[in-house]
């Protein structure tokens, strides 16, 4: 099989997370979220189907929505990253220069969602997101666009970013008869989505990360 496009990147062949240091704006999907045991009947549906080794699963404790992405210590290129700070600069410095630009911005306590569909790629499978109405989504994109003022960095893609939950990476790109497979778990979640109330998302925290496994809300040791 031809494995998934984040291997080698974000993960080793063997799915064990591999150093991806940066930070993020996120908001976190606990056990008592609604949102959570949505997330929990996908990844159980792919091990009822057979699917799941196809996939490399996140911790239940990892789950959440990205609000607005920072920077990436491994993407060190002028569209990705703060003009005010120097490419070759130490991540530790990178991080209390982004953290300071997010506190910065007043963060909505609470945002409303609603589930929209999955998407699987070659990357990874998301639940997308929306806000469950226009004044949820001014409050999003207001908040966001703050952000990247403050910043003066606007990443690629950042008007037309969609809101998502990543529950897996792709470990392996399914053949024909599992790709068909997929197809209809695709289409059966997407259903078992539209049955879903909306949910609340809790206010944004600033988090650091050395993998895409934990997202920690204090500075982390970039060492390891």
């Known amino acids: 099989?031809?494995?998934?496009?984040?291997?080698?990147?974000?993960?080793?062949?063997?799915?064990?997370?591999?150093?991806?240091?940066?930070?993020?704006?996120?908001?976190?999907?606990c056990p008592d979220n609604k949102a959570f045991g949505v997330i929990k009947h996908l990844t159980e549906q792919l091990k009822e189907r057979n699917l799941d080794d196809l996939f490399i699963l996140l911790p239940d404790n990892s789950y959440h929505v990205t609000i607005i992405r920072?920077?990436?210590?491994?993407?060190?290129?002028?569209?990705?990253w703060p003009p005010a700070i120097p490419l070759d600069a130490p991540m530790d410095k990178v991080d209390n220069f982004v953290r300071s630009c997010v506190e910065s911005v007043e963060a909505p306590?609470?945002?409303?969602?609603?589930?929209?569909?999955?998407?699987?790629?070659?990357?990874?499978?998301?639940?997308?997101?929306?806000?469950?109405?226009?004044?949820?989504?001014?409050?999003?994109?207001?908040?966001?666009?703050?952000?990247?003022?403050?910043?003066?960095?606007?990443?690629?893609?950042?008007?037309?970013?969609?809101?998502?939950?990543?529950a897996a990476y792709v470990k392996f790109i399914p053949e024909e008869n599992r790709k068909n497979m997929?197809?209809?778990?695709?289409?059966?979640?997407?259903?078992?989505?539209?049955?879903?109330?909306?949910?609340?998302?809790?206010?944004?925290?600033?988090?650091y990360y050395n993998d895409m496994f934990y997202f920690y809300d204090t500075p982390i040791d970039r060492s390891k």
Request: aromatic share 10%; charged share 30%; proline share 5%.
């Open 70 to 80: 920072g920077v990436n210590d491994l993407v060190r290129t002028k569209d990705y």
């Open 1 to 29: 099989m031809k494995f998934g496009s984040q291997i080698n990147i974000k993960f080793n062949t063997d799915g064990s997370p591999r150093r991806y240091p940066g930070n993020t704006v996120i908001s976190d999907i």
């Open 109 to 166: 306590e609470t945002v409303h969602m609603r589930f929209s569909h999955v998407q699987i790629d070659d990357a990874d499978l998301r639940i997308c997101l929306e806000p469950a109405d226009k004044n949820e989504d001014k409050k999003l994109r207001e908040y966001r666009d703050n952000i990247a003022e403050k910043l003066n960095l606007r990443l690629p893609g950042h008007d037309n970013y969609v809101f998502h939950i990543t």
């Open 182 to 207: 997929l197809e209809k778990y695709t289409e059966d979640m997407n259903m078992f989505l539209k049955q879903q109330e909306s949910f609340e998302l809790p206010k944004p925290r600033f988090a």
